[in-house]
């Protein structure tokens, strides 16, 4: 079997090397040149665990090439993914659905013998509909069906979420292309994935109340921290209280400065535009969305205040810049808005992150970067933890106290323990625990 994914980006890099995993041939086609150039040399453009391996022995295999040729990699393709971009569009929140069409318009010029076109980008309702209308005016002589099928991996996890997903949802209309969508996650059907066959409607839609139902959960429990904070109760027994209870489950539920990343941001803005449109408001992710960008500014309050009410010329080791832990993503990270009003108020930034530093330089030059973390929190006055990083929890509160000018620690991730902070001599902030 032989698919081509267009959109060598974070999923479709990993959709398309674990489908090659699974035996099918997949030729991954971007328009970035620089990408494919790369890829084709063996480098990975980036972070995600285990991604290059798995890239560098299906590459040997045979099984997965790079190119920027769509015509030629499609000769012989049953099923051809969109995998491009759909960030915010400037001004109104809608999807930004130009790369979409883009590739529908580029698919109808290849198209050659019957050919199933998923959709895996993540994309408003009524896309499936559409892109098969485009298809069909350049090409009214074509077989194809469209098929909506989205991806829930997360990344620094994307490997394993895609390999052993809770559920795969496919939207198709025709027996014949729910036909090519099973056998091509047959390795996943064989372990006993649940698979939930829909209209292109609901598929579509099932993507966005997902991601919008989690991060309603994050919303929820960063506010309930705001209420613990108040009443002197621990965020995370409520949390472990409340997450035991099958029917509101464990994960997602932890406090943080607010959900960043390339998605949640960008998804729960589009859901709420698809409602206002539809007439059928979902106030309660209006609400999300508005609590979520106040906390990611409320949290430069915190620093503040743990700094005696100001921080102009005063030294923040910040640790941690990408929006979550394993990647080098800083699409939407809470550092993004946290890190220049730090700067505005005269703070001296110093940061370190593992992964994500090159693409942060880009966007906040006046950040000055460092080599380590220990490098970042030589002398300064605080230290700020805005990303759970392995390597951050490891640090000794000893090693933190001998090394900061100041002992002060904001720890916007609850990564440490209060109390052995407090005896290692620190002031320690935390969210939504007693002090
Ligand atoms: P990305 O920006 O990392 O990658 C998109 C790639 O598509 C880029 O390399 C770009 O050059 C390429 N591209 C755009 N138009 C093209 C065209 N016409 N032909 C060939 N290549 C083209 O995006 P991403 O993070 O992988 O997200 C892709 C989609 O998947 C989005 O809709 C997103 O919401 C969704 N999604 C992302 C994640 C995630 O963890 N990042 C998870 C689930 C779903
Ligand atoms: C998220 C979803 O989890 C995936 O299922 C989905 O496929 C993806 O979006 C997408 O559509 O792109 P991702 O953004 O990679 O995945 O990362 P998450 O682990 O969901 O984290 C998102 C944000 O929420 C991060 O800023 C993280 O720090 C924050 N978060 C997450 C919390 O603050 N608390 C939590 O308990 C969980």
Redesign the pocket.
């Known amino acids: 079997m032989k698919v081509v994914m267009i959109g060598a980006g974070?999923?479709g890099l990993v959709s398309g090397a674990c489908f090659s995993e699974f035996g099918v041939e997949v030729a991954c086609v971007d328009k970035d040149a620089n990408r494919i150039r790369e890829l084709t040399e063996g480098r990975i453009p980036i972070y995600e665990p285990g991604l290059e391996d798995l890239v560098r022995d299906n590459g040997k295999a045979g099984r997965l090439t790079f190119s920027t040729d769509l015509a030629s990699a499609m000769v012989g393709a049953e099923a051809v993914f969109i995998a491009v971009g759909t960030p915010s569009r400037r001004g109104d929140g809608h999807a930004d659905m130009s790369y979409v069409f883009q590739a529908a318009r580029e698919i109808a010029a290849s198209l050659d013998g019957y050919t199933v076109i998923v959709t895996k980008s993540?994309v408003p309702v009524g896309t499936g509909r559409r892109v098969s209308e485009i298809i069909r005016d350049i090409r009214p002589d074509a077989e194809f069906d469209v098929v909506s099928n989205p991806?829930?991996?997360?990344?620094?996890s994307?490997i394993n979420?895609f390999m052993r997903p809770d559920r795969i949802v496919i939207g198709a209309e025709t027996e014949r292309a729910r036909a090519v969508m099973r056998r091509l996650y047959r390795p996943l059907y064989l372990i006993e994935t649940p698979m939930v066959f829909t209209g292109l409607e609901t598929s579509e839609l099932i993507?966005y109340a997902?991601?919008s139902f989690?991060?309603t959960?994050?919303t929820f429990?960063?506010e309930i921290a705001d209420l613990c904070e108040k009443v002197g109760a621990d965020v995370h027994d409520v949390a472990r209280g409340i997450g035991l209870d099958g029917r509101i489950g464990r994960?997602?539920?932890?406090?943080?400065?607010?959900?960043?990343?390339?998605?949640?941001p960008k998804?729960t803005l589009a859901l709420v535009r698809t409602a206002q449109e539809a007439d059928a408001p979902l106030r309660i992710i209006e609400t999300v969305v508005a609590s979520n960008d106040a906390r990611k500014a409320a949290m430069v309050g915190r620093v503040l205040s743990a700094c005696g009410g100001n921080v102009r010329g005063k030294a923040i080791a910040v640790l941690g810049l990408t929006?979550?832990p394993n990647?080098d993503?800083m699409r939407d990270?809470?550092s993004l808005m946290i890190l220049p009003r730090l700067l505005e108020q005269g703070a001296k930034v110093r940061a370190f992150d593992p992964e994500g530093m090159n693409e942060a330089r880009k966007l906040m030059p006046e950040v000055e970067y460092c080599g380590s973390a220990e490098e970042a929190m030589a002398g300064a006055d605080c230290l700020l933890l805005l990303?759970e990083w392995n390597e951050f929890r490891a640090l000794d509160p000893r090693r933190i106290k001998a090394i900061l000018g100041k002992p002060v620690v904001v720890d916007l991730?609850n990564v440490y323990n209060p109390a052995e902070m407090r005896g290692a001599g620190l002031t320690y902030t935390s969210i939504g625990r007693p002090n």
């Open positions: 974070y999923v993540t991806e829930f991996l997360r990344e620094g994307a979420d993507k997902a991601n989690l991060a959960k994050i429990i960063n994960k997602f539920l932890h406090p943080g400065p607010g959900y960043g990343g390339s998605c949640f998804d929006f979550k990647t993503d990270s809470p990303t991730r």
